[in-house]
C-alpha cells in the first residue's frame, strides 16, 4: 500500500472537513461523525475479503467529498465526487489503472448492489456500517432535524436501521447480523 498517498489524501480530506465545519450552517464534523467509520469498516472488510487495501483505503476517505467540499446536490454527490476526485489523484500522480478503481469506489458507493469489484462491495458497505458504529448521530437526526419524539422518532429508527442493513451485501449482511440485532435490541427495545 502506498501509505504516503493515503496519507496526504486523508490529510487533504481533513482539511476540507475542517473548512465546512467552520463554515457551514450545521457545522457537521464530517471525520468524526462519518468518514473515520466507514475508513476503519471498509479496512476491515478489505482485510476479510482480500480486498486491494490502497484502492479501498483512497475510496473510502474521498466517498463523500462533494458533500465535504459541497458540490452540486445531495443526490448527485457519487457523480461530483468521482470529479473532484479525479482532479486530486491526477494532480498527485496516481497510476491511471489504479485510480480509475478507486473512482469506481466513489462512484458506486450509495448501493453494494451497484458494486462490481470487491473493492467497491467494501467501501459500499463500510458506509452502512458506519451508521451502526454512530447510532447516535442518527438519533441526533431524528431529534433536530426530523423534529419527532417518542414512538415516531422509535419509528424512524427502526425503518433506517432496517434500510441500511438490507442494503448491504449478502455476504457482508451475513457477518453483522448479530450485531444489528444487538443494535435493534438496544435502541428500540430498551427506550
Ligand atoms: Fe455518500
Ligand atoms: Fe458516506
Same mark, same amino acid.
Given at each position: 500500500?502506498? &501509505?504516503?498517498?493515503?496519507?496526504?489524501? /486523508? +490529510?487533504?480530506?481533513?482539511?476540507?472537513?475542517? /473548512? #465546512?465545519?467552520?463554515?457551514?450552517? %450545521?457545522?457537521?464534523? @464530517?471525520?468524526?461523525?462519518?468518514?473515520?467509520?466507514? #475508513?476503519?469498516? &471498509?479496512?476491515?472488510?478489505?482485510?476479510? #475479503?482480500?480486498?486491494? $487495501?490502497?484502492?479501498?483505503?483512497? =475510496?473510502?476517505?474521498?466517498?463523500?467529498?462533494?458533500?465535504?467540499?459541497?458540490? =452540486?446536490?445531495? $443526490?448527485?454527490?457519487?457523480?461530483?465526487?468521482?470529479?473532484?476526485?479525479?482532479?486530486?489523484?491526477?494532480? @498527485?500522480?496516481?497510476? /491511471?489503472?489504479? +485510480? /480509475?478503481?478507486?473512482?469506481? *469506489?466513489?462512484?458506486?458507493?450509495?448501493?453494494?448492489?451497484?458494486?462490481? &469489484?470487491?473493492?467497491?462491495? *467494501?467501501?459500499?458497505?463500510?458506509?452502512?456500517?458506519?451508521? @451502526?458504529?454512530?447510532?447516535?448521530?442518527?438519533?441526533?437526526?431524528?431529534?433536530?432535524?426530523?423534529?419527532l419524539n417518542g414512538r415516531e422518532a422509535k419509528e424512524w429508527l427502526k425503518e433506517a436501521l432496517?434500510?441500511?442493513?438490507?442494503?448491504?451485501?449478502? +455476504?457482508?449482511?451475513? $457477518? #453483522?447480523?448479530?450485531?444489528? !440485532? !444487538?443494535?435493534? %435490541?438496544?435502541?428500540?427495545?430498551?427506550?
Amino acid at each position: 500500500m502506498n &501509505s504516503k498517498l493515503v496519507d496526504s489524501v /486523508e +490529510k487533504y480530506v481533513k482539511k476540507q472537513i475542517e /473548512e #465546512y465545519k467552520e463554515s457551514s450552517l %450545521d457545522h457537521y464534523d @464530517f471525520w468524526e461523525e462519518h468518514v473515520k467509520y466507514v #475508513y476503519d469498516e &471498509s479496512m476491515l472488510l478489505a482485510g476479510v #475479503y482480500g480486498a486491494d $487495501k490502497e484502492i479501498v483505503a483512497l =475510496g473510502a476517505l474521498l466517498h463523500d467529498i462533494a458533500l465535504i467540499n459541497r458540490v =452540486g446536490e445531495k $443526490k448527485d454527490h457519487h457523480i461530483n465526487g468521482e470529479i473532484i476526485a479525479r482532479g486530486l489523484l491526477t494532480k @498527485f500522480n496516481y497510476d /491511471e489503472k489504479k +485510480k /480509475e478503481r478507486v473512482l469506481k *469506489c466513489i462512484y458506486n458507493h450509495r448501493s453494494s448492489n451497484n458494486a462490481q &469489484s470487491i473493492e467497491e462491495l *467494501c467501501v459500499a458497505d463500510a458506509d452502512i456500517l458506519a451508521h @451502526f458504529d454512530n447510532v447516535q448521530m442518527l438519533l441526533n437526526i431524528v431529534y433536530n432535524k426530523e423534529h419527532l419524539n417518542g414512538r415516531e422518532a422509535k419509528e424512524w429508527l427502526k425503518e433506517a436501521l432496517e434500510k441500511d442493513y438490507n442494503d448491504l451485501s449478502v +455476504k457482508t449482511k451475513e $457477518k #453483522y447480523r448479530y450485531k444489528y !440485532k !444487538k443494535i435493534c %435490541d438496544y435502541y428500540l427495545e430498551n427506550r
